[in-house]
């Protein structure tokens, strides 16, 4: 399972970057309906979206595999 908390994630980059989540939509040719759909999603998602979200907050993502412990 992909773990992750993309709104928060995000957020926290926009709060860096001195941006917001529409700026983002505009930059990257999508609507801001949208990217918050994304954001807010509690599905594990990695789009093309969310990379290029990232990519405009100027981030490159890194998936790290952890191997998981049996409970």
């Known amino acids: 399972m992909l773990k992750n908390n993309i709104e928060m994630?995000?957020?926290?980059?926009?709060?860096?970057?001195?941006?917001?989540?529409?700026?983002?939509?505009?930059?990257?040719?999508?609507?801001?309906?949208?990217v918050n759909k994304i954001i807010r999603s509690k599905e594990p998602i990695m789009n093309k979206t969310f990379l290029a979200m990232m990519e405009d907050l100027g981030f490159d993502v890194e998936l790290n595999y952890v191997e998981r412990k049996e409970t």
């Open 9 to 34: 994630d995000i957020k926290m980059r926009c709060i860096e970057k001195s941006t917001t989540q529409t700026k983002i939509a505009e930059n990257i040719g999508t609507s801001p309906s949208y």
